[in-house]
């Protein structure tokens, strides 16, 4: 799932979601004593991916629409384990997958091969890295925190046929023991110093209780029954058993589990050591830095990240203000820009028709856009992109704020990074490129939440303004994204006060201490999330500065996007290693 990130103050960005709690490799694999005897790495691959995507139903319910094609069969309704048992083993499962995969010979394995091996090597170091830091994560964050995404999965899982439908009535009746697992884990933070501010704990808490809200008709109730209507395969009886017992689930289940969640949070309030940020803490340092490392697919160092960001800063500064001396009045012309108020669906398929010029034609897909849910508005992203099984790529969902006004260029920008050519077109793409499953189960946050900013800032020139004032609207929203990742970095590395950006900030005109507040407030909620998108938006210029070099008067956008798609998501170290071999003239990505 891909979020559109909630500012709390001026201006919006994006999110991702991954409900997988670990690597949990097949129990089954063990070192090998050669390569001749070793599973072949397809064998190994696809072994992995069954088993990491059938730990977690709501994993694989959103990942495969029909799983008995790829082998997996009798999978366990689950929505996996925060325990501390569950963990340990995570631990010995990740280091037994790491040493099977390092038993392959990495020489005689082809391209795809080999760019799935480095991808997955990456990510299981990434993971070994900070094993023995889980307790300073946080899984109760205001927008991508468990509490606040499992309700907008209940609400979207599918219903192929009847057995999803009681699949799904079996998952939720486990949300209460899932939810005392996560109290479990928060009051093992709390004893362990580490719990999150009173702020945010409020904020917590303020969430649960706005799910709590009309429990008669709750949301969870009306769509499951609005799911229900259009299938056509059951009886008036079935319906209404079905019917029955979700609201059931619902009332005694889910709602419970919230209120459980709302009065342990209570509880703790207090327990927290730390209102700033992670480099306060003992460990906090070194977590970040596993943060930024995670959430951006670079390898550059923190330090030098700051350094990028300030110089992408100052260059789009002095562009803006280079633009606003040549026509005084162009400010004003953006401040009043008003756009002709189409609905979602026809400004995707806009999109679609003016990226044409940059970017490869998608193949034909499916889209619904539906609203965010009125008691969920304050606590969602302002949109959504919800990730399409690998097997039905053809059908897509794109979830939007309802207040979101049309006529806005926030609108506008905002359907680009979830649709057109954003998330959804990213992901329909590398999945046409045929990426294989493995890849489905491995996150990379800065390529996918960079790609959607990237494109975000092209979609400015598709909305058939002046080119100066998309121009200027563009460098003034990445500028303004450039303050807000070095704020991540000031308070999470440096150990920035409030006070500390205030100063920050002043320097750029803005003043405003309550909306400020708001903004350090959410920043410490939610550590280096700021910078997948930001930092993965500046990797990708990079990369496209680094192709114009290499391939002269043989560069095209339209040749650069399709060999980025194709690769799909990694850690840009690996997709400039590969971007030579998927960038050719004739389109063709030589895969052998």
Known sequence: MHF???????????????????????????????????????DFSEQFFRTEIASNTINLHFTLTNPENYGITDAPISLGSLSAQSADESRAALENTLAVLETFDYDKLSVRQQLDYDILSDSLHTAAAASDLALYDEILRPSTGIQAQLPVLYEEYRFYEKEDVEDYLELIALTDSYFEEIIAFERRKAAAGLFMSDFACDNLISQCEAFLKNPEEHYLIVTFNNKLAEMTDLSDAERADYQAKNETLVRENILPAYEKLANALTELLGSGTNDAGLCHLPKGKEYYEHLVRYNTGSEKSVREIQRMVEEQCSSDLAAASALMLASPTLATECNSVRLDGMDSVATLHLLQEQMLAHFPAAPDTEFTVSYIDECMEDYMAPAFYITAPIDNYEKNSIFINASTDPTTMRHFTTLAHEGFPGHLYQTVMSYEAGLSPLRSVLNYPGYVEGWATYVEMLSYHYAGLEEDVASLMSLNQSALLSLYAATDLGIHYDGWSFSDVLAFWADYGITDSDSLRDVYELIVEEPAHYLKYYVGYLEFLELKEEAKKRYGDAYSDVAFHRAILAIGPAPFPIVEKYLDTYYLVDQTPSTE
């Open 4 to 42: 559109r990130f909630r500012y709390r103050v001026l201006i919006p960005l994006v999110l991702t979601f991954c409900l997988l709690a670990g690597c949990s490799a097949p129990a089954s694999l063990t070192p090998a004593k050669s390569t001749e005897t070793a599973l072949s790495f397809d």
